[in-house]
């Protein structure tokens, strides 16, 4: 909804309210206030980092901002399509791709009064630039700089074309903010300041609740509830109790596998399913031996059990993935193939393993961090590895922080990782994890001028035409299956447990749970 067509109707409203007003006599009785609304109450067992765009970089975090502060361009929710934010339009974009130039909406403020406009989206991007925060480079990769055309029109000047370079402005670093409520220099972790969006935070208690409330100056449409109330709790058997006793009215990230048949059974819960781009793999550093031997990878990847990993781990609430590029996502193939021991005992024997003596590994993993269920997916793969009789595996762990410190370091020849999405593009599920200038960050240390030259040649916008691209991605899952820098086995299912009273949940591949339409 445009913000003329809202004062229009909000212009209406107070005539109607004066006319009536007026053929009320004096001596009436008022009115009795109308009963506050009853706040939506959302349970998580996530957590946030820190409230500051310019350094926050986690799923809930990002999930949390979609509320209080709106980008240039969204996401239309139910979709992967994007649509005008606190943009009036979609950008004008130059005939050589390095230019996109946006004309913010008119009138708009921020929380302290500060106006929305050109000059606080070059400030909040060259905050971005100078504090170097954990998602930059999600900014600092493709923006060269920005420039000011007028106290609504900025102009972003890429480094290079990218063809997705929209869905980058969707993300949180690119997110406009009052420069007189955030500090320039520094990383404002405990700020609750908010951005122009359907809500403001009225309060925070770190890992115990947050309270969001309707924003009266936002230019769209009112929120389905004026208040919502998130409570952190630490484990999902709490979150499952407490939403049972009607004392929270969302279950949302993360109930266990087991508990989601059972909630769906009661008459007063809703299990709503929907598309997730949350995938899972196991990653090499390939410089360190055995795991410097490409057959070894190859051997490893075809004695995994992705299936029964989705159904003994997670009870289907996760598919076997086949390809870095979810399913469901543009470009996607299933490149690897199902699994096959007698292909992994050849490439192992080839390799110079026997049952005799055989490939003796670790393999480690984080065991909270991807929640409880951990521990068993790697019983899973260490079972299914030994199967082949040639391999021992030993099971090793770290807390995530420690295991962060790992992946930088090569401490970790093989290890686990999971992937939200950034922006929804295969470039974000590849060029991580395979191009060289890359890999290194993620603990895979994988070169390869063929790999690099296909990713590079797929972020070009011109002059590939949409085909091109698509091949392009084709070649990069296929070259990944000879070279398995990483082995990709499952990706989850986005699943919400409600109260029969919830209203308006809606799922898409951008994994959010979109407060602003839930309402009861």
């Known amino acids: 909804m445009l913000a003329t067509s809202k004062w229009a109707k909000i212009a209406g409203i107070v005539m109607v309210a004066v006319l009536a007003v007026s053929l009320v006599p004096s001596c009436a009785p008022a009115a009795p206030p109308a009963p506050a609304a009853e706040p939506l109450i959302i349970g998580t067992t996530d957590s946030v980092t820190d409230l500051d765009p310019a350094n926050a970089y986690d799923f809930h975090t990002w999930e949390v901002f979609e509320s209080i502060m709106d980008p240039l361009l969204s996401y239309i929710p139910g979709t992967t399509d994007l649509q005008p934010a606190l943009a009036e339009a979609m950008p004008e974009v130059s005939a050589d791709g390095l230019e996109y130039t946006f004309t913010l909406r ?3 403020v921020f929380p302290d009064g500060e106006p929305v406009d050109a000059e606080a989206v070059k400030w909040s991007i ?3 630039f100078a504090l170097e925060g954990d998602p930059n480079w999600l900014v600092t990769t493709f923006v060269d700089h920005v420039e000011v055309l007028d106290d609504l029109t900025v102009k972003f000047v890429l480094s290079e074309a990218v063809p997705y370079f929209p869905l980058l402005v969707a993300t949180a670093p690119y997110t406009p903010l009052s420069p007189e409520c955030y500090p320039e220099g520094e990383i404002a972790a405990d700020s609750t300041c908010s951005g122009h969006g359907p809500f403001k935070i009225t309060s925070w208690d770190r890992d115990v609740e947050m309270v969001l409330e309707q924003n009266e100056d936002y230019y769209g449409t009112a929120p389905g509830s004026p208040k919502i109330i998130i409570k952190y709790f630490e484990d999902s058997t709490t979150m499952r109790l407490a939403l049972e006793a009607g004392e929270i009215d969302v279950a949302w990230k993360t ?9 769906e059974a009661n008459p007063d819960l809703v299990l709503t399913e929907g598309p997730g781009a949350y ?7 390939v410089t360190t031996p055995p795991f410097d031997q490409a ?6 990847a075809a004695a995994i059990d992705r299936k029964l990993i989705a159904e003994r781990v997670y009870l289907g609430t996760h598919a076997p993935l086949y390809s870095m590029v979810p399913m469901g996502m543009w470009s996607h193939i299933d490149a690897f193939a199902e699994r096959d021991l007698d292909t992994a005992r050849s490439l192992l024997e080839g390799a110079g393993y026997s049952e005799d003596d055989p490939l003796v590994m670790d393999l480690w993993y984080p065991p909270e961090h991807y929640g409880p269920t951990e521990a068993d997916v790697v019983s899973v793969l260490k079972e299914s590895l030994e199967e082949t009789g040639m391999i021992e595996v030993t099971l090793q762990y770290a807390e995530w922080a420690t295991y962060i410190d790992n992946m930088g370091a090569g401490v970790m020849p093989v290890f686990t990782l999971g992937w939200y999405p950034d922006y929804l593009d295969p470039d974000n599920y590849t060029w991580s994890w395979a191009h060289s200038t890359a890999s290194d960050d993620m603990g895979i240390f994988y070169e390869s001028a063929e790999m690099d030259a296909i990713l590079e040649a797929g972020r070009v916008t011109t002059p590939l035409t949409g085909d091109e691209r698509l091949q392009l991605y084709h070649d990069a899952q296929e070259l990944w299956t000879v070279d398995v820098p990483t082995i990709p086995f499952s990706q989850g299912s986005l699943l919400v447990v409600t109260q029969s009273t919830v209203t308006g949940v809606t799922l898409d591949p951008t994994m959010f749970l979109h407060y602003f339409l839930l309402g009861k």
Do not use: H
Request: hydrophobic share 40%; net charge negative.
């Open 279 to 285: 995938i899972r793999y196991i990653c090499f550093n």
């Open 295 to 300: 057959e070894v990878r190859q051997a490893i």
């Open 255 to 263: 109930l266990l596998p087991t508990d989601y048949p059972e909630l």
């Open 106 to 108: 008119e009138g708009l």
């Open 126 to 128: 060259d905050r971005v």
